[in-house]
């Protein structure tokens, strides 16, 4: 029998935290996270990607003003063009995206001048491309854009890497996993230089929790162009395994010239590709971090 006095459920909304608009997935989530260390860690992600949304937002409004010379440039939203942002629901979009941007950026070269955000555009879809190359030279089965992804070196260990006899046999040797590699828990992104001692040297720094934030604004550096006017990372001119097709701009070589140390090849391809433009050479950096 029922009583009189019918029971009303009140439902309360709890509104979001506002990091929560942040998260690429939950075990980004720092709330409740009681381990200082990790919970910093966390929390400077999220900063790093809301700061990353906001200079992304800029440039949309002032792109959207801007009348360019040319019309077959695409018009993309700032989720579109943040690689950092990739999910296992949004990566093959996101990819798809450069691609189609890539195409219309080469064919508007035959009809007009393409604009700097144009050109940094194609810089950045060849350093994705290129680096997704390697990491199939790898035998990745990783997907190395995803946040969440974790070095498959770390995780087999060094008896056993991916491909097995037929990885050692076919993959470039200056892609081969060095002993830091092996050890040192690190994203896949690291994996995919052709620079051992490069490597080598971030994994270093990585192992250290003051680099926390500089992993991500190296990223923001070498995969991002929100916000950017000039490609701060570096660039590639022919296969992506041979270290004589990278260049260094300058300035990546002012902020992370640490990284450096040891890599003389390295440098002597981005000397040759600069005396192809007229430029003068960039110096070896000092034993300093940057």
């Not at 506002?18 to 709330?31: I, K, N, S, T, V």
């Not at 790898?138 to 070196?153: H, I, N, Q």
């Not at 690190?186 to 620079?195: A, G, Q």
Request: overall charge negative; some cysteine.
């Amino acid at each position: 029998m029922r009583s009189n006095h019918d029971s009303h459920h009140t439902h309360i909304d709890l509104a979001s935290m506002p990091h929560e608009a942040y998260l690429c997935d939950y075990g980004e989530d720092w709330a409740g996270v009681t381990n200082q260390k990790e919970r910093r860690k966390l929390q400077n992600r999220l900063n790093q990607r809301a700061r990353r949304r906001r200079k992304a937002q800029r440039g949309e409004d002032a792109a959207a003003s801007y009348q360019g010379p040319c019309t077959s440039i695409i018009v993309c939203s700032e989720d579109d063009t943040m690689m950092g942002e990739a999910t296992t629901d949004n990566v093959d979009r996101k990819r798809g995206f450069l691609h189609q941007f890539a195409q219309s950026a080469l064919a508007s070269y035959a009809t007009c001048q393409p604009s700097a955000g144009h050109l940094l555009r194609l810089i950045q879809h060849n350093v994705v491309e290129s680096l997704t190359v390697n990491s199939a030279m790898l035998g990745f089965t990783v997907d190395w854009l995803l946040c969440s992804s974790v070095s498959p070196f770390t995780v087999y260990g060094p008896e056993k890497e991916p491909g097995g006899g037929l990885f050692q046999t076919l993959c470039p040797s200056n892609l081969l996993p060095t002993a830091l590699q092996k050890r040192i828990p690190h994203h896949p992104w690291v994996d995919l230089f052709p620079l051992p001692q490069m490597r080598d040297n971030l994994l270093l720094a990585i192992s250290h929790s003051l680099f926390i934030e500089g992993e991500q604004k190296l990223w923001d550096d070498m995969i991002e162009v929100c916000g950017q006017t000039d490609w701060g990372g570096m660039i590639v001119w022919g296969e992506p395994w041979d270290p004589k097709n990278w260049e260094v701009t300058l300035p990546f070589f002012k902020r992370w010239g640490w990284l450096l140390h040891g890599c003389h090849e390295i440098l002597e391809a981005t000397n040759y590709w600069r005396r192809q433009r007229g430029e003068r050479p960039l110096a070896y950096p000092s034993s300093s971090h940057a």
